[in-house]
């Protein structure tokens, strides 16, 4: 096997050197009748070329060279090289986590970096290392929050990413934690009337997204001051971490729960993703994950360790924070990369091209239906109601290797045929012309059908 | 210090700064394409959220960034640089295939939430892998939602919770070994169980007579790690699963030692009900500094129903799809489907391996640990002789004499060319010495180290200082963790914000 370094002559000598007549020997603890006798049905053994066919055949199964106009919690940004280059060290790849800081001081820099670097962007005091993504921040966020607090109750955005909400109801059913839903106004942004009335001096938390899942940014300042007055904390998610470009971060959450996947992070089918949480100085010691602290040696030179890891769950067991122990410490060092690479100006300017885009696209695109929610300001995401059918619309699009916006129908059926559409700095025009000439070719199949079944009825 | 360190020797590596320490205004390490739709007025269109100022956030360009992490990088031990024997941790070469595969571009671009018609390939490994991973643990169905160990953990206990809901009882305790992992009681207590400690005989495996005495049917599951953190295989592992299922209990199986085992025996054939594996340890996928890892959880049918949604399943036309509507399910534990990167490391690493493959790095792995334990064996103590599988875990105890404890080994090995191994763990041993070599290291790599670990001894006797110092060559001497830790710096402030 071509990973194995050693020799049949090497293992033999070793089992003598042990004392062993044969590896088996090794195995005896394991109590004979449940060994296994035969071989794992399992593929054989492949060469490295085989594997690589293997894996390029399963690529060519999946969608190649379409352009796509998906987001919706995982956006297809622009990869700079370097990130790839950078993290294909092994001394990034295959470290593990900085245990030991004297040989670990590159992870650990990097790592307070990146702290440093989420919370200029966030507007916040203190950041954690990573956590595993943008859905399980915001549930470790929230019971950060009951703990804060003391109170148990939580309030949730109905516009919050649906599935954010469905891994926040899995870890809240058991720890007594009611959750109750605010639903959205016609605005797509969380309805503050709703929210005043949930919200009672039972709430620990007040959790909503913005730019939240229809791409509308909430008004922060009135979310907060109707969490704040009734003692409750605002937790703020953020799955386009690109927005923080030109948009104002909730300055006046209590903490945020962050998905960073947007900052390099390849798409994946779904992970890994870069998850953080950021939050006020005073709130540290309630923060769940790994933290990266600046010290000094015995020669007073300047060095970084992990630290407060009594909130850890290795030290506290069942008293600690959260369970959390692995984090995505590789994936946090690609966003790092991508924040250095773009940085204060260049995060900006990319933002803007996001914004320029989808404005161009609900315009070409609300031609030939309705954008919802056109009140608020959002972002690079805008939903557009149609006539038709979205799947149907999805269909048409897929011929000519476009993929369209999310139908909503799953999430939001009072929507009808709505679909969460998304443009990026990668976002062609022609893109988007195209996809608006298909639209428009069904909107006149729906209107064709229409006709022809009145002149039935008549 | 009289012994000549022959794995490694010092030399020069760059000094390097904080990257907010090298930035200044106009410096850029981006170009956009020219913008081809109509420039847009921010200030405009988002009214009061229109970002003014990004603060301090860098200006670089991309020498200095590749410059600064390329210095960072080689800071780092790693395993390619040399063993690296992190008890518990499973450090094993990381295949470079997996890193090209995972890239392929309809792989790495792959949108959670495009249409499941042009995902088939996505799916398709999804379906490969939980195929291989069910033969492999010998369990009946799997979700690869869980992002990693604890987060299997979690779901796992919250299928046994579901489970004995659906009996009409949700139970009210969980049963850990005092030589388990932190997560365990951690993850527990997530889930709402209270914890009752599980105390090891004097071979170090579960105490038969104290689980009988202890299980009642109050008992959700017993929380068991098998191999134990010890190295021990639990001999008795047909028993404690019977006395687990007298009483309506489910025997929960933390997989993080599941390399001990893979090919040798399957823990669905010794009465484990749900288990986790970490693909980041058996499975190859690297650990990054920290992560990305990943924590499929694999069931016996009574669970299956209870699963994280989706699942993935075949559908009458042939194609494969997820399913949404699962009554009975726990409900969702992530956004989308899990770390889909691991899972194609993992396959891949299965597919080089194939049955002979893992079956042999299994042994290889079990042969290294005693292969180190036999070179120590009386240079240092060995608190339980039971035989180890995997992993072997000595004491300080005879270098503590001389004021030498666990940690300070590991701080001199630094000084050897070694990463350390795992300190003070397991806590049933005092002054842990957690040794495990992993398949990956040849023969002469072993020696070198277990000459290190006999050179260290003997300075512990002669010459404690040198080890009580150290380490002596790396960039920082050990850090003030005391310091960090009251008086918390958690970022960088420019020096007019201080």
């Not at chain 1, 003692?231 to 300055?251: N, Y």
Request: charged fraction near 20%.
């Amino acid at each position: 096997m071509r990973y194995l370094p050693k020799s049949p002559a090497d293992r033999k000598e070793m089992l003598k050197a042990i004392g062993a007549r044969s590896v088996d020997d090794l195995f005896a603890p394991i109590p004979a009748e449940y060994r296994l006798n035969r071989d794992l049905k399992i593929p054989r053994q492949m060469a490295e070329s085989e594997i690589i066919d293997f894996f390029r055949q399963r690529s060519r199964e999946n969608a190649e060279g379409y352009a796509s106009f998906l987001g919706a919690g995982a956006y297809a940004h622009y990869r700079p090289v370097i990130i790839d280059s950078l993290i294909s060290r092994g001394e990034f790849l295959t470290a593990y986590t900085p245990y030991q800081a004297e040989i670990s001081q590159g992870t650990l820099q990097s790592i307070f970096e990146f702290q440093t670097m989420i919370c200029e962007l966030t507007g916040m005091e203190v950041a954690n290392a990573s956590m595993y993504d943008g859905s399980t921040a915001a549930a470790e966020a929230v019971m950060m929050a009951v703990r804060l607090t003391g109170k148990r109750s939580v309030v949730v955005a109905r516009s919050l990413h649906p599935e954010y909400r469905e891994v926040l109801a899995t870890y809240a059913t058991h720890q007594g934690m009611p959750l109750s839903i605010a639903n959205f106004s016609a605005e797509g942004r969380v309805n503050h009337g709703e929210l005043e009335s949930l919200v009672s001096d039972q709430t620990a938390a007040v959790l909503i997204q913005s730019p939240n899942f229809f791409g509308t940014i909430e008004d922060i300042a009135a979310i907060a001051e109707i969490a704040h007055k009734n003692g409750a904390l605002l937790v703020v998610s953020i799955a386009e971490a690109v927005s923080l470009g030109i948009v104002e971060p909730p300055r006046e959450a209590d903490i945020i729960a962050m998905e960073a996947q947007s900052f390099g992070v390849p798409l994946g089918f779904g992970g890994p993703y870069c998850g953080v949480i950021a939050t006020r100085e005073k709130f540290v010691r309630q923060m769940p994950g790994r933290l990266v602290g600046q010290t000094v040696d015995r020669q007073g030179k300047r060095g970084f360790v992990l630290t407060l890891a009594t909130r850890e769950q290795h030290i506290r067991r069942e008293k600690a924070t959260s369970n959390i122990c692995t984090n995505q410490a590789l994936v946090a060092l690609m966003v790092n990369i991508f924040m250095n690479v773009y940085g204060k100006v260049g995060l900006q300017e990319l933002a803007k091209q996001n914004l320029a885009k989808a404005v161009y696209a609900a315009q070409k695109l609300g031609n030939h239906g309705k954008v919802l929610f056109a009140g608020a300001p959002r972002f690079n995401e805008f939903v557009l109601q149609t006539e038709e059918d979205s799947y149907a619309i999805n269909n048409r699009l897929l011929g000519r290797k476009v993929i369209g916006g999310l139908p909503l129908k799953k999430f939001y059926p009072e929507l009808g045929n709505a679909a969460l559409w998304c443009c990026t700095e990668l976002t062609t025009r022609s893109g988007i012309d195209t996809a608006a000439g298909l639209i428009a070719e069904s909107e006149g199949i729906v209107r064709s059908a229409k006709e022809e079944a009145e002149e039935v009825a008549r | 210090m009289k012994n000549t360190i022959t794995k490694a020797t010092r030399h020069v590596n760059q000094n390097e700064g904080l990257i907010f320490e090298k930035s200044s205004p106009g410096k850029a390490a981006w170009k956009l394409p020219p913008l081809d739709v109509p420039e847009v007025d921010p200030a405009k269109l988002l009214g009061a959220s229109a970002r003014k100022d990004l603060g301090n956030m860098p200006e670089v360009s991309e020498i200095e960034i590749i410059r600064h992490f390329t210095r960072l990088s080689t800071w780092n031990y790693a395993i390619d640089l040399g063993m690296y024997p992190l008890g518990s941790c499973t450090m094993k070469y990381n295949p470079r295939v997996n890193e090209a595969v995972a890239r392929v571009e309809g792989i790495a671009n792959g949108h959670p939430y495009q249409p499941e018609k042009i995902s088939q390939g996505a799916l398709g490994i999804l379906k490969t892998l939980s195929e291989c991973l069910i033969e492999i643990t010998g369990m009946d169905a799997i979700t690869l939602q869980p992002a990693a160990g604890a987060h299997g953990e979690m779901t796992g206990l919250l299928l046994v919770r579901a489970y004995h809901h659906s009996k009409g009882r949700p139970r009210k305790k969980v049963l850990i070994p005092d030589s388990a992992h932190g997560t365990n009681p951690a993850t527990a207590a997530m889930v709402d169980y209270a914890v009752e400690n599980l105390k090891s005989d004097s071979r170090g495996m579960v105490d038969v007579a104290a689980l009988e005495a202890q299980m009642n049917e109050d008992v959700a599951a017993l929380m068991l790690t098998n191999p134990n953190t010890l190295g021990v295989f639990e001999q008795q592992i047909h028993k404690i699963a019977d006395i687990l299922h007298a009483k309506g209990g489910l025997l929960y199986m933390d997989g993080a030692n599941m390399n001990a085992l893979v090919g040798k025996v399957r823990p669905g054939d010794f009465g484990v009900d749900v288990m986790h594996l970490n693909l980041h340890k058996t499975f190859s996928t690297p650990h990054g500094g920290g992560g990305p890892g990943s924590g499929p959880v694999a069931v016996k049918k009574i669970l299956e129903p209870f699963l994280p949604k989706p699942v993935l399943i075949t559908k009458p036309d042939g194609t494969l799809g997820f399913e949404y509507d699962r009554p009975q399910s726990v409900g969702r534990v992530r956004a989308f489907y899990g770390n889909f990167g691991m899972f194609v490391r993992a396959l891949a690493y299965i597919q080089a391996n194939g049955p002979d493959g893992l079956r042999q790095t299994t042994e290889d792995a079990v042969l290294n640990a005693n292969y180190i334990r036999k070179g120590l064996e009386g240079t240092y103590d060995l608190p339980y002789p039971t035989p180890s599988m995997h992993e072997v875990v000595f004491s300080d105890r005879l270098q503590a004499k001389k004021g030498v404890r666990t940690m300070d080994i590991a701080k001199r090995l630094i000084d050897y060319g070694f990463h350390p191994y795992t300190t003070a763990f397991p806590l049933i041993v005092p002054g842990a010495l957690m040794i495990e070599p992993t398949e990956s290291e040849s023969k002469e790599e072993m020696d070198l180290f277990i000459e290190a670990m006999k050179a260290i001894a003997a300075e512990a006797q002669e010459e404690p200082q040198t080890v009580l110092d150290a380490p002596h060559s790396t960039r920082v001497s050990r850090l003030d963790e005391t310091a960090a830790a009251r008086k918390p710096i958690l970022r960088w402030k420019p020096s007019s914000e201080k």
